[in-house]
Nanobody, 123 residues
Framework: VQLQASGGGSVQAGDSLGLSCAAS????????VAWFRQAPGRERVFVAG????????YYGNSVRGRFTISRDNARNAVYLQMNSLKPEDTAVYYC?????????????????WGQGTQVTVSS
């Protein structure tokens, strides 16, 4: 399966931005899909994840309450709505998928990655 992230851009602190992750080649309908981000000089870290049936969502501590992950299995897409953005949210955002939600925070367990989209938040 190929994943493609889009929707990044440059915004001001406090603004909102929505990211999309489109899957092609094979359905991600049954997969766990997550967003990670990587700031310059930092490790790639978990941001949010969603189970195939959307009943279970997971968030990193720094984004909980501000970001919302959702998915549309009919469109083979996953979304990340980011509100109340802060300068520390500046990073390249990646979507990724794997079969099960087990250890969802561990980037090493994801086999499929999108190319990343840049989000820049200025103060």
């Amino acid at each position: 399966v190929q994943l493609q992230a889009s929707g990044g851009g440059s915004v001001q602190a406090g603004d909102s931005l929505g990211l999309s992750c489109a899957a092609s080649g094979r359905s991600v309908r049954d997969n766990f899909v997550a967003w990670f981000r990587q700031a310059p000089g930092r490790e790639r870290v978990f941001v949010a994840g969603i189970a195939w049936n959307s009943d279970n969502t997971y968030y990193g501590n720094s984004v909980r309450g501000r970001f919302t992950i959702s998915r549309d299995n009919a469109r083979n897409a996953v979304y990340l709505q980011m509100n109340s953005l802060k300068p520390e949210d500046t990073a390249v955002y990646y979507c990724a998928s794997k079969a099960l939600p087990t250890n969802y925070f561990d980037r090493r367990l994801y086999r499929n990655w999108g190319q990343g989209t840049q989000v820049t938040v200025s103060s």
